[in-house]
């Protein structure tokens, strides 16, 4: 789905989605599943988008928990998050050919950036993808390396975090395996 500021302008565009809509809309899903490697186990999104003026306002507010793995010792891990925020797209020039030049002198490109506003995105002439905006939302949660005991992360089983051991067919330690025998 592509959404632009000229259509937007005439109506709003309005996403809702939680655990037991996601099954009925796939694509909702998929983008999700892209940015957090699993479909969401809770989940409510709201996702509001509206023009302001050659912006595309996207007024985010989603709470989700997912499985997940801990970096250090693999276990399952259930990450919680929730957040309300709002992001901004503005178009993006270079791919902008669609426009002539006398077209982009009328716009007023110039952005007042307010602490508020800071995520600014850009799209493209043919429009800004729904899609990249709700797996972009997902993997901006997602931490880079998850450890048991952090904060917004639960043990799905009772334990302690370790480091797995070379002798453990840990895929991401394979190459870093001899390492562990120098002791
Ligand atoms: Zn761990």
Redesign the pocket.
Known sequence: MRLDSYALQKRKVKIQANKELLEQRAWIKDSIVLALGSVPEQLELLLLFSADGERIRAEVKVSCAYQTK??????E?IHQFEFERTMFYMPDLQTGSVRSLKELDQIDYEVEVIEDELDIGWYPSTGLEVEAVISEIFALEKPLQM???DDGLT?VEEGE??FVSAEMPAKANNTLAHLFNLE
């Open positions: 801990c970096d250090r010792c693999l276990s891990l450890h048991c005991h043990r975090c370790f």
